[in-house]
């Protein structure tokens, strides 16, 4: 086999297409945050994805239930989020148990766990139903569409973030690849929301490699979700048989592996849960791709033959997006431990949280690169941090901070780093979300890895 070397790529010019003030990369829940609040604090704003629609895993990627919202029954993730819950509930689109039903008993329970609302961090029988929203990814990305045309943002979809354009230690904008070829963006503050670092990592940013469970979510459709639950609840031995040999065949998977979705008869699969790809490798994600579907093909010949429920069930689809969950972590100015997830340590300059941990503005800064910033999954935390603090509605809140952040320094003139986090504290609140710099009384339930 002929040994392959590197390539010469020669020089070229590339057109620059606009600037603006903030250049967000990645429209996944973080990307949104982010584009959203900047430009309500007056930055023109362009936002770049890669696919042809905004939400990331929480549209393309398929997971279907907002949760790490609560703290006990204390709502704690709020702002941006929660007008996205609000504006697809308005459309029949989001579903969450009312308060009267937020409660610990067997009744609600039966009535609520297959929408995937209950407290999984709890080790009790029954779990607590919570607030957690089941939505529809398409109500996702119309209400993601919705608030990107109120805010006057500058969307370009299919753009493909490819390099940073970095002078001086500083960043001034990104290349992207395009059906056109490659095209110049230029900005006083970027923002990296990819998920996997690809901005901050390029630009030169310490960062380091953490790695999880992949999944390719998909969903069912005609599935009788009454009778399913009806013999899950009336024909307990016998369900725990099936669903025991159920999940033997898809091969991991959360407890409930099917959940339901605001329309009807259509269920979501957060499984199977497959070990030992790398998030970032071409190979391995392609071999994912094949390994998810063949378990995917498996599993729903054996449920229509065996599941009660499931009888005329059909794959619907799965997810354009492969569900990876960990690849690039930044080392930024602040690494959030295990230890601070668990502890629920509280940082003078924290301007985010999720359902009872706290996000100091120190981890969304890179130590090395100025202009630069970043919101979402890949943020400053340990791999096993992480994996505790990286659910949609805290990565929206992260970008809803950083938005809020980068608007402060382009009106102060000052750099990233130097923006005071009691002005972006004071800011999130005056916007309606929470940014943790008060801790929570009740702060007391254990947390455990999703
Ligand atoms: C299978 C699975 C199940 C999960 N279950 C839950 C759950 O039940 N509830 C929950 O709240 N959370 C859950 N999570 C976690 C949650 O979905 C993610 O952590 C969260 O959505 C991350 O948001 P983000 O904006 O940081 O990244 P993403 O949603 O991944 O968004 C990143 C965006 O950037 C774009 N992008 C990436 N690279 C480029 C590039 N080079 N150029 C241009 N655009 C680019 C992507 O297309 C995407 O739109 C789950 C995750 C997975 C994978």
Known sequence: MTELKTVHEAAREVPAIVKSDVVVVGGGSAGVGAAVSAARNGASVTL?????????????????????????????????????VERMKALGLAVYPPEEDRKTNWDVYRKWARWGAFDFHVPSQPEPIIFAVAFDPDGWKRVSNNLIQEAGINLRLHSWFSEPIVEDGAIKGVICETKMGRQAILGDVVID???????????????????????????????????????????????????RAAKRIIGGSWARWWLKTPLPGIVWCNCPHMTGYDGMSVEHL??????????????????????????????????????????????????????????????PDTVCRGRDYYTPYRALLPRDVENLIVAGRHYSATPEAQRMSREIPPCMLQGEAVGVAAALALQGGVRLRDVDPAAIQRQMRKQGADPGDIPSANANVPIAAE
């Open 48 to 84: 770049l994805e890669r696919y042809p629609h905004l939400g990331g895993m929480a549209s393309g990627g398929m997971v279907l239930v907002l949760d790490d919202m609560v703290n006990g029954q204390e709502i704690t993730v709020t702002g941006i989020v929660m007008e996205m």
């Open 286 to 347: 392609t071999a994912a791709e094949f390994d998810g579907r063949g378990r995917i093909e498996r599993l729903v010949a054996f449920v229509q033959k065996n599941l009660p429920g499931f009888e005329n069930s059909y794959l619907l689809g799965t997810a354009e997006q492969i569900g990876v969950r960990q690849t690039r972590l930044l080392e930024g100015e602040y690494v959030v431990t295990k230890d601070d997830v668990v502890n629920r340590v509280h940082f």
């Open 193 to 243: 929301a990819t998920g996997d670092l690809d901005v901050a990592s390029r630009a030169g940013a310490a960062h380091g490699t953490g790695a999880y469970i992949v999944t390719t979510v998909f969903r069912l459709g005609d599935v009788d979700t009454e009778k399913a639950e009806a013999f899950e609840w009336e024909h307990p031995d016998e369900f725990k048989a099936i669903d």
